[in-house]
C-alpha cells in the first residue's frame, strides 16, 4: 500500500464458474511431504527457499546495506533465500503456476484465486510458534482462510485513506464525497487508485450513501448494485486527472499541485510530511477499502521446511516490525511494535479501525455476504469494467 512498491493496475482472474468450482473443492487432508495436502510435522531444511515477492518484502542489504531482515534468517536457519520480485498481483500468480518459487506473497485480490488454482498449499498454523500472536482480527478471513483451513500467514496491513491538499481543502474532510459527489470542485485534480478492485471503493461509499442498493460487503455485488458503482465511477472519471499505481507518481502529483485529493496510503502521507507538504490524510467516516497481505506456500514446494522456517520467521516481532516498517504498513502483531516506533500511526492493533477497513477479496460468482438468491457479478467483469471505466 509503500516503500519501494509499485502495485500494478491491473488483475487478471479466471471466470468467476470456475474460481467458484474450485473454491468449493478446497479442502485439506494430512502429509508430512511438501504438495497439495497439509504438512502435519516438520522435517530437515532443505538448505534453500525459493521466495516470490513483492518489492521491499525481502531485503537482504543489496538495495540498502542498512535494510536486512533476510542474512538473519538465513544464519538461523541455514536455507538460503533465493528472492524474486514482482510488479502485480497478475504477475504473481502467474509465476506461481510454473513450480518454481516455494513462497509468495499474496494479497487479497490474488489469494483466492492461488487457492482455487490448486497452486497454493493449507498451512498448518500449529507448526508456528509465531502465528499466536498474530492480531486475531488478521485471522480466518475470506482472503487467507477457505473453509475453515488457513492457507497462509498474514504479514503486513492497511487502509486505503483519503489524502488532500489542506492549502485548497481547509476543511478537514470526513468523507469520500470529496473524489465522489463534490469531485466537480476540483475538475482535473481528482487522481484514483488504477486498479479494477478500486470499484469496490466506490461500493464502500454507496454503502453508505446509496443504502437502499442492499451492498453488504464491497466484494460481492450482484448486478444492480455493480452497475450503481460503475455509474458512479464514470461520472468521477470526468474529473479525475490522474490515475496511480506507482506511489512516487501520486507524491509527484501532490508536490506539483496537480493532485489535490486522492485515495492514498499513510506511508505517501509519511512522505509528503517529510517533505513539507501540507496534505492530510484520513479514514473516512465510510470506511475504506485496505489490504491485508498473505505469505503462502506452492502446493508443491520442492522446499517445504525451509518455507514453513521463512514462514514463521517473518511472523516474528523483529523481523516482521523491520519488514512491514521499511514497506509502509501496519505490523502483524502486537510485540512487532516492540520494535518500532510509528505503529500509532499506522493504528496497529486497533481493532476498532481495523474493522472499519474492507480488506482487498478476489470477488467471485458466489456471493461473499451470504446470499444464494442471487449471484454476484465475478472479477472478470470487474476487470472489462474498469477498462470501459478508463476509457
Not at 530437515?44 to 540498502?64: F, K
Not at 469531485?183 to 466506490?202: F, N
Not at 514463521?312 to 521499511?326: C, M, V
Request: glycine share 8%.
Amino acid at each position: 500500500m509503500r516503500t519501494s512498491t509499485k502495485r500494478g493496475a491491473t488483475f487478471a482472474i479466471a471466470a468467476a464458474a470456475t474460481l467458484s468450482l474450485a473454491l468449493s473443492g478446497c479442502g485439506s487432508s494430512s502429509s508430512s511431504g511438501g504438495g497439495s495436502d497439509m504438512m502435519t510435522e516438520l522435517g530437515e531444511t532443505e538448505g534453500q527457499v525459493n521466495i516470490l515477492a513483492w518489492p521491499g518484502y525481502v531485503e537482504d542489504g543489496s538495495n540498502d546495506p542498512t535494510v536486512d531482515w533476510v542474512t538473519p534468517f538465513e544464519e538461523q536457519t541455514g536455507c538460503t533465500v533465493n528472492a524474486k520480485v514482482f510488479g502485480t498481483s497478475d504477475e504473481a500468480f502467474n509465476l506461481m503456476k510454473t513450480g518454481d518459487y516455494d513462497v509468495v506473497s499474496a494479497s487479497g485480490d490474488a489469494s483466492l484465486r492461488l487457492v482455487a488454482a490448486g497452486t497454493v498449499q493449507p498451512v498448518n498454523t500449529d507448526l508456528l510458534k509465531n502465528y499466536a500472536g498474530i492480531f486475531d482480527f488478521l485471522k480466518n478471513r475470506d482472503w487467507n482462510t477457505v473453509d475453515g483451513q488457513s492457507y497462509g500467514v498474514p504479514h503486513g496491513y492497511g487502509a486505503n485513506l483519503l489524502q488532500v491538499n489542506t492549502d485548497v481543502i481547509t476543511d478537514a474532510p470526513t468523507s469520500w464525497d470529496v473524489v465522489f459527489d463534490k469531485a466537480s470542485e476540483h475538475a482535473g485534480k481528482i487522481s484514483a487508485y488504477d486498479s479494477p478492485i478500486y470499484i469496490a471503493d466506490a461500493a464502500v461509499y454507496l454503502m453508505a450513501h446509496q443504502p437502499e442498493l442492499g451492498i453488504k460487503n464491497p466484494y460481492s455485488l450482484d448486478q444492480t448494485q455493480f452497475d450503481a458503482a460503475v455509474d458512479l465511477l464514470k461520472e468521477q472519471r470526468k474529473y479525475v486527472g490522474e490515475y496511480w499505481s506507482d506511489y512516487l507518481k501520486l507524491v509527484q502529483a501532490f508536490q506539483s499541485g496537480d493532485t489535490v485529493a486522492s485515495t492514498s496510503w499513510q506511508v505517501i502521507q509519511g512522505v509528503l510530511e517529510g517533505e513539507g507538504a501540507n496534505v492530510s490524510a484520513v479514514l473516512p467516516d465510510e470506511g475504506a477499502t485496505g489490504w491485508s497481505d498473505t505469505w503462502m506456500i506452492a502446493a508443491k514446494a520442492k522446499n517445504p521446511n525451509c518455507a514453513y522456517a521463512w514462514l514463521d520467521y517473518i511472523a516474528s516481532p523483529e523481523a516482521n516490525a523491520t519488514a512491514t516498517g521499511y514497506f509502509g504498513e501496519a505490523p502483524s502483531s502486537a510485540a512487532a511494535c516492540e520494535f518500532r516506533t510509528d505503529c500509532e500511526d499506522y493504528h496497529a492493533g486497533d481493532a476498532a479501525y481495523a474493522e472499519q477497513i474492507w480488506y482487498w477479496t478476489t470477488p467471485i460468482a458466489e456471493c461473499l455476504d451470504g446470499r444464494t438468491d442471487v449471484q454476484c457479478v465475478d472479477y472478470s467483469a470487474w476487470t472489462k469494467a474498469w477498462q470501459e471505466i478508463r476509457g
